[in-house]
């Protein structure tokens, strides 16, 4: 992370550009985008990040407790959900995939509450910046 922070702003968006040739990658970068141009600033967005926890804007001067749901544990697919009925690894490619998880959540698994991957967060904190 600190070769980013020593980064310029154009070569910050011309990375940003570059990833964007990937479809997965270029749908999380506008989600983020307008999460951060739709939250509310006291800096005029200087003071904003992503939650790395529940993937929320929210503001670095207040990170206030209890407004960040959560889950503590990571995703891992169901292979009894009828999703995969009919999905061979070897041929279609892995199931477990962030492409896939963002796709069909239900079809995945939390650890931490065994609930599905759409489920609220199981635990609630602040939010936490990278």
């Known amino acids: 992370m600190d070769v980013l922070a020593?980064?310029?702003?154009?070569?910050?968006?011309?990375i940003l550009v570059a990833l964007c040739d990937d479809a997965h990658t270029r749908n999380k970068i506008v989600d983020m985008a307008s999460k951060l141009t739709t939250a509310p600033s006291s800096c005029g967005g200087a003071d904003?990040?992503?939650?790395?926890?529940?993937?929320?804007a929210f503001?670095?001067?207040?990170p206030q407790q209890g407004h960040c749901r959560f889950h503590p544990g990571e995703m891992s697919p169901d292979y009894e959900d009828e999703t995969?009925?009919?999905?061979?690894?070897?041929i279609h490619g892995p199931i477990d995939t962030e492409e896939n998880k963002a796709e069909w959540p239900d079809a995945f698994n939390w650890d931490c509450c065994e609930q599905r991957g759409s489920a609220a967060g199981c635990e609630v904190g602040p939010h936490r910046a990278q």
């Open 84 to 90: 995969w009925a009919d999905t061979d690894e070897n």
């Open 59 to 62: 503001s670095i001067l207040t």
């Open 48 to 56: 904003q990040a992503i939650c790395i926890q529940c993937n929320e």
């Open 6 to 14: 020593s980064l310029n702003e154009s070569h910050l968006r011309a």
